[in-house]
């Protein structure tokens, strides 16, 4: 029942117990090295007591998860490298190259304008498979003496300008709190999600518009505000052009949607991010938005990263959603978001498979070619 209407949600942070122990992505590929004859169970413990200083991109997930020994250790690792989605890469992926000239510049943008002007509104219909992975902290009240955990080992994350206090002590840390998949259909530009699973009741983090809205109407929003170069960083074939973005409250299109005591409360907030484009074609990548909720709300916090890539529907490629992680912090059911509520952390991994056309065929016969010569079955 926490629902961002234009998208919103996103990544953020491991809500832990204890100290974390603060590691680049060397040191986990280190780590993970010597640790060839541990358990799933014990190589997870030891991975839940990481926190990343880097981000941990998803082709060096995967390359862990396939050499992970079991389940808990791939969701650890997912967990580790979801937490770290705001954070800069490794240097060793930045591109040591000057930026753009003027000219150089105003040509990948005017290309970035002309791929979401032609080529998103021509995506054909298809359908997708939405695969989510939830994760949540609940509170330990009950269980543990609050007289006896005191703020002081609260930990403080900061993402961009966002400071966060997370883990409280009597939290758990976070945790896989169920998976789902859906079925997403994009027909007419419309994007329609139906659960797979029969009786599944449709709560939690979610979202909509990773196929294309939310990319016009981010960087749209961008284009006629705040824009700046950022940096080069390395590609598939080659170097990608990253920029930064701000979003005023005036300009914003940007809605933060969540549960309060009386009923969905909706926000209209500025908001900050980022998005990495191929230069050369404008095709946009990667996609960061960061909310910032204004007083008296600024407890809530939302947070999005979207990561796109080349999809074969029928005899073409396309630019769709890969993966996306999500991140909502919200006051706890009973307190008010206005004075320095309890938050509770929810954090979605989602990846998107199967894509494949979508086709509505039907084939008219008569009744001589029908068996037992009945006629033939009404379409509805």
Same mark, same amino acid.
């Given at each position: 029942?926490?629902?961002?209407?234009?998208?919103?949600?996103?990544?953020?942070?491991?809500?832990?117990?204890?100290?974390?122990?603060?590691?680049?992505?060397?040191?986990?590929?280190?780590?993970?090295?010597?640790?060839? %004859?541990?358990?799933?169970?014990?190589?997870?413990?030891?991975?839940?007591?990481?926190?990343?200083?880097?981000?941990?991109? *998803?082709?060096?997930?995967?390359?862990?998860?396939?050499?992970?020994?079991?389940?808990?250790?791939?969701?650890?690792?997912?967990?580790?490298?979801?937490?770290?989605?705001?954070?800069?890469?490794?240097? %060793?992926?930045?591109?040591?190259?000057?930026? &753009?000239?003027? *000219?150089?510049?105003?040509?990948?943008?005017?290309?970035?304008?002309?791929?979401?002007? /032609?080529? +998103?509104?021509?995506?054909?219909?298809?359908?997708?498979?939405?695969?989510?992975?939830?994760?949540?902290?609940?509170?330990?009240?009950?269980?543990?003496?609050?007289?006896?955990?005191?703020?002081?080992?609260?930990?403080?994350?900061?993402?961009?300008?966002? =400071? +966060?206090?997370?883990?409280?002590?009597?939290?758990?840390?976070?945790?896989?709190?169920?998976?789902?998949?859906?079925? $997403?259909?994009?027909?007419?530009?419309?994007?329609?999600?139906?659960?797979?699973? /029969?009786?599944?009741?449709?709560?939690?983090?979610?979202?909509?518009?990773?196929?294309?809205?939310?990319?016009?109407?981010?960087?749209?929003?961008?284009?006629?505000? /705040?824009?700046?170069?950022?940096?080069?960083? !390395?590609?598939?074939?080659?170097? +990608?052009?990253?920029?930064?973005?701000?979003?005023?409250?005036?300009? %914003?299109?940007?809605?933060?949607?969540?549960?309060?005591?009386?009923?969905?409360?909706?926000? =209209?907030?500025?908001?900050?991010?980022?998005? *990495?484009?191929?230069?050369?074609?404008?095709? $946009?990548?990667?996609?960061?938005?960061?909310?910032?909720?204004?007083?008296?709300?600024?407890?809530?916090?939302?947070?999005?990263? $979207?990561?796109?890539?080349?999809?074969? +529907?029928?005899?073409?490629?396309?630019?769709?959603?890969?993966?996306?992680?999500?991140?909502?912090?919200?006051?706890?059911?009973?307190?008010?978001?206005?004075?320095?509520?309890?938050?509770?952390?929810?954090?979605? #991994?989602?990846?998107? *498979?199967?894509?494949?056309?979508?086709?509505? #065929?039907?084939?008219?016969?008569?009744?001589?070619?029908?068996?037992?010569?009945? &006629?033939?079955? !009404?379409?509805?």
């Amino acid at each position: 029942m926490r629902a961002p209407a234009i998208l919103l949600l996103a990544a953020l942070l491991l809500a832990t117990a204890h100290a974390a122990q603060l590691v680049t992505v060397d040191q986990i590929q280190q780590i993970l090295a010597a640790s060839h %004859s541990e358990s799933d169970a014990k190589l997870a413990g030891e991975i839940s007591s990481l926190e990343a200083t880097e981000r941990i991109d *998803t082709s060096t997930l995967a390359r862990w998860q396939a050499a992970a020994p079991g389940d808990r250790t791939r969701a650890a690792l997912l967990l580790l490298a979801d937490s770290s989605a705001f954070l800069p890469l490794p240097a %060793s992926q930045i591109v040591d190259q000057p930026a &753009p000239d003027g *000219t150089e510049l105003n040509q990948i943008v005017m290309r970035t304008i002309d791929y979401l002007g /032609k080529i +998103l509104p021509n995506l054909p219909n298809f359908m997708a498979v939405r695969d989510i992975t939830q994760f949540e902290d609940s509170p330990l009240r009950e269980q543990m003496d609050i007289g006896n955990s005191p703020d002081a080992h609260q930990h403080v994350h900061s993402i961009d300008a966002a =400071v +966060l206090v997370v883990g409280k002590p009597y939290f758990l840390p976070l945790y896989v709190g169920g998976r789902k998949s859906l079925q $997403v259909t994009y027909r007419n530009g419309q994007e329609i999600q139906v659960s797979l699973a /029969k009786n599944d009741v449709d709560v939690g983090l979610r979202s909509h518009g990773e196929f294309g809205p939310v990319l016009a109407v981010v960087i749209g929003d961008a284009l006629r505000q /705040k824009l700046y170069w950022d940096h080069w960083q !390395q590609g598939a074939a080659g170097p +990608l052009a990253t920029f930064r973005y701000a979003v005023s409250a005036e300009a %914003s299109h940007n809605v933060v949607e969540y549960p309060s005591d009386s009923g969905v409360r909706r926000i =209209v907030t500025p908001y900050h991010g980022e998005f *990495t484009v191929d230069p050369a074609t404008g095709a $946009v990548l990667r996609l960061t938005i960061v909310s910032e909720v204004p007083p008296p709300y600024e407890h809530v916090q939302s947070a999005l990263v $979207v990561e796109y890539g080349p999809v074969v +529907l029928g005899d073409r490629t396309y630019i769709c959603p890969l993966r996306s992680v999500n991140l909502a912090r919200e006051p706890l059911a009973g307190e008010s978001e206005t004075s320095a509520p309890t938050l509770r952390t929810f954090l979605n #991994d989602d990846s998107f *498979t199967n894509y494949h056309l979508f086709r509505a #065929d039907a084939r008219i016969v008569g009744s001589a070619h029908v068996p037992g010569g009945q &006629p033939p079955p !009404q379409l509805h």
